[in-house]
């Protein structure tokens, strides 16, 4: 085998790589999480009491609602395409396109 | 139907650009549909007339060579100076997006950063409804300073020899020199130069504090009257 | 459902790919990319006041800076991901392109294009609206072109049979949203509107650029290259749904946040800060799915360097948007705008990702385009090394700079001295350009080396992989 580095035969998942892989997952999701969650409180805290003002609480909250809106028809869609069947089957397409790779290089 | 063709080129491709374009521009479009869009002609304004007819005292022969010499009679006059300031204005625009000028020096002016003290006023839609902001020229960085209240702070003369070569004014101005405005020498300003200049004394000349000066305190000259008290 | 395996009456490579177009789109990108580099060393040396050609009027520094930013965008990255493309989309596809002679028109109709945008820019005939400074007179042009390129790209996906490649999707959408981009940003400002929703449009001119052009571009051909030189498929098809519909949601709704605190209608910018925050969840899980293709691989990144090209991308892609979904916010905006931060943020993203992206395609191309093993290995490790830390060095510096300069603003500070505590900034900005024009420079020459050395009768080393 000209390139070992190259030729991957799939990762032999230990108990000891899957705590590793965990361990990263978590850490990194805290160090996003965490900046994240403190702004949302407190841009949330300011949304709140912007909305309790009578002259601008209208216009501070109808972006809010136009948002929340768009984003749950989106979401019923996607609900609906999944409850048709659309995800069925949805990784073949990954393993089909190594397949014809490795047949356009065997002939080419 | 996520996967599909028609799915990505309809909802994808289409829909989801259409729905940012109507929420994202055509909504501003439509609010602001109601402030009618000035005309350079209409543009023109005693401030700025007043630093335009500046530079051709200063720059008579520049001038004359330029815009030729008013036709004489008053009322045509003012008509013949107008039409020229209009010339200069859309020359001078022209250059300022050609030179890249709006690279460097945005033209608008936040209310956050205490930007209204040292700029001015804080800009307004109003402001920009007009012929020479296609495109709008808001800009994105300030190498050098903002530029929309610039204008009859500093005078022809300073502009002048600053386009020519800024560090003479300016020590440590990463500015480029544009001795292509000119013939030669700062107090040879051609077409290029004199219309750069008028543009720039336009920008804010329809404010009503033209000239705006950081942290500006009138003059500390007494009245002859308030001399005597005191001595 | 059929699929798209191999049959016997398969075209077999040669049939698909043109792979003599795919190296001139290569070549020329290379070409655009060092005038670019070069016009940025000229911006950069006015910065610090040794212009060479100072006072020359078509050496102005302005201009130079638009041909800058244009080159890069029009020049560099269209043609690599172009290039790109017509080797990859015939063999996602097993169909060969619309007409191989519209390719060649194509290439010819889009060199004009830039070169005349270059020239009609150095001749002071730009319009007022970055990444649209095109002269009007090639802009009609320009958009016939994008519509031939769609025309003659999406013909092959139509053709297809079966379920799409996630690729695919994206190069399916970007072929669409260019078009209608290029259009938007192009004519509605300068013909239509001005002012205040002028600048709403602009926003989202030269933010659909960067998002609907060379984003889904870049990212379609990562799905496409990365799973090939790693020989094992993505780690999740299903969750690249989620970046792609994601992005397409998200990405084009975000336009305003590049005006914010303008006359613009405030809840319009709440919504483009509240879109961009969302982006950067989406594009959590694309890293995600990247990272977890080379899990328990990560050792190639070593030996093969298209993958560490690839990868040292998507770190900067993933800070790139992580500091986004801080900068847009207006507490930041306070202070960054304006400052050198945005010039440190346009260079992670345009040089950090894309052109990382495009350098380890062209490293894994050129040895198959050109039947040859690389001439030499040191030579591509300086050309990735040059380029990441100089890159590093650059963006950091300027970040950093962009904070500075922002309090030194807002504390009112004299004009005069945030120019000074800039300057030495700006010397190692110029060196850290240099720097990555050194790595560029490497590249060529290991290109020319390579092309003069004798070809090989093997079929070249399997992923770029380099001789060690």
């Known amino acids: 085998m000209a390139d070992p580095t190259c030729e991957s035969t799939g990762v032999v998942s230990t108990h000891k790589d899957r705590s590793i892989a965990w361990t990263v997952t978590i850490a990194f999701g805290v160090v996003i999480l965490i900046p994240c969650l403190m702004g949302f409180i407190v841009k949330f805290g300011e949304l709140v009491a912007l909305t309790k003002d009578p002259a601008d609480g209208g216009f501070a909250i109808t972006p809010v609602i136009n948002y929340l809106l768009a984003s749950a028809g989106f979401f019923f869609l996607l609900l609906w395409a999944a409850l048709n069947g659309m995800f069925r089957d949805l990784e073949r397409p990954k393993y089909l396109m190594l397949e014809n790779e490795r047949e356009l290089d065997a002939h080419g | 139907m996520f996967e599909s063709k028609s799915g990505i080129l309809y909802i994808a491709g289409i829909g989801f650009f259409a729905l940012a374009f ?34 051709a005292r200063r720059y008579p022969d520049s001038f004359n060579a330029t815009y030729g010499t008013p036709p004489g009679g008053d009322a045509k006059d003012d008509a013949w100076w107008n039409e020229k300031c209009a010339d200069a204005l859309r020359t001078g625009h022209k250059l300022y997006v050609g030179e890249g000028c709006w690279h460097c020096h945005s033209q608008f002016v936040r209310p956050v950063s205490n930007e209204e003290e040292r700029w001015g006023p804080v800009s307004r839609s109003v402001e920009y409804q007009n012929e020479l902001q296609r495109p709008v020229l808001f800009g994105t960085r300030r190498v050098g300073p903002d530029l929309c209240r610039e204008g009859g702070r500093r005078s022809n003369d300073w502009h002048a020899v600053h386009f020519f070569k800024p560090e003479s004014l300016s020590q440590a101005s990463p500015m480029p020199e544009y001795p292509w405005f000119f013939d030669g020498s700062p107090d040879k300003p051609n077409a290029k130069g004199l219309a750069i200049m008028t543009y720039i004394q336009w920008l804010g000349s329809w404010q009503e504090s033209y000239p705006y000066y950081e942290a500006y305190v009138p003059s500390p000259v007494r009245k002859p009257e308030e001399i005597q008290e005191t001595e | 459902m059929t699929a798209t395996a191999i049959t016997s009456d398969t075209k077999s490579h040669e049939e698909l790919v043109d792979e003599k ?210 020989k094992r498929p993505i780690w999740s098809h299903g969750l690249s749904l989620v970046g792609f519909w994601g992005l397409a949601f998200f990405y084009p709704l975000q336009g305003i946040h590049h005006f914010l605190y303008t006359p613009i209608p405030l809840f319009l910018q709440y919504g483009a800060i509240v879109s961009t925050i969302a982006v950067e969840l989406v594009v959590t899980t694309v890293i995600i799915n990247f990272f977890g293709s080379i899990w328990g691989n990560a050792g190639v990144v070593r030996t093969n360097l298209p993958i560490r090209w690839f990868y040292t991308g998507m770190i900067y892609y993933f800070l790139t948007c992580l500091q986004c979904a801080f900068q847009v916010t207006l507490t930041f905006q306070k202070v960054i705008h304006f400052t050198d931060w945005v010039v440190g943020h346009a260079h992670m993203v345009m040089f950090g990702v894309f052109s990382m992206w495009i350098m380890g395609m062209m490293t894994y191309l050129f040895p198959r385009l050109l039947g040859r093993n690389w001439a030499s290995r040191s030579l591509c490790e300086w050309h990735y090394w040059l380029s990441t830390l100089g890159l590093f060095v650059m ?36 060196i850290a350009g240099l720097a990555m024009f050194g790595g560029l420079l490497a590249f060529l020459t290991n290109i020319w080396l390579t092309f003069r050395a004798a070809p090989v009768t093997a079929p070249v080393k399997s992923g770029g992989l380099l001789p060690t």
């Open chain 3, 395 to 430: 963006a950091a510096d300027l970040i950093l700079l962009g904070l500075f300069q922002g309090w030194s603003w807002a504390a009112l500070e004299p004009w005069d001295a945030s120019v000074d505590f800039s300057f030495p900034f700006w010397v190692l900005r110029v």
């Open chain 3, 21 to 230: 177009i795919v190296k001139f789109y290569l070549i020329t990108a290379l070409i655009f990319l060092t005038t670019s580099m070069l016009a940025g060393i000229l911006v950069a040396l006015q910065m610090i006041r040794h212009n060479p050609f100072a006072g020359i009027e078509l050496f102005s520094p302005g201009r130079w800076r638009m041909v800058h930013t244009n080159a890069v965008a029009y020049g560099f990255l269209a043609n690599g991901f172009l290039g790109c493309l017509h080797w990859a989309i015939p063999r996602l596809t097993l169909q060969p392109v619309a007409n191989k002679k519209l390719s060649w028109f194509i290439f010819a109709a889009w060199q004009v294009v830039v070169g005349a945008t270059a020239i009609g820019i150095l001749l002071g005939e730009a319009q007022g609206l970055e990444w649209g400074e095109t002269p009007v007179w090639i802009d009609p042009l320009a958009q016939v072109g994008l519509l031939l390129v769609a025309i003659n790209f999406m013909t092959p996906i139509a053709r297809m049979k079966g379920p799409m490649y996630v690729s695919l999707w994206y190069f399916l959408a970007a072929f669409v949203w260019t078009f209608l981009t290029y259009a938007m940003g192009n004519f509605i400002p300068e013909y239509f509107v001005s002012g205040t929703s002028a600048g709403a449009v602009g926003g989202l001119f030269i933010h659909d650029l960067v998002g609907l052009f060379v984003t889904p571009l870049g990212w379609g051909l990562m799905y496409y290259f990365v799973p090939i030189l790693l």
């Open chain 2, 22 to 55: 109507v929420s994202n521009a055509l909504v501003p479009w439509l609010m602001y549909r109601d402030i009618p869009e000035k005309t350079v002609a209409e543009l023109i304004n005693p401030n700025l007339r007043y630093q335009f007819e500046d530079l």
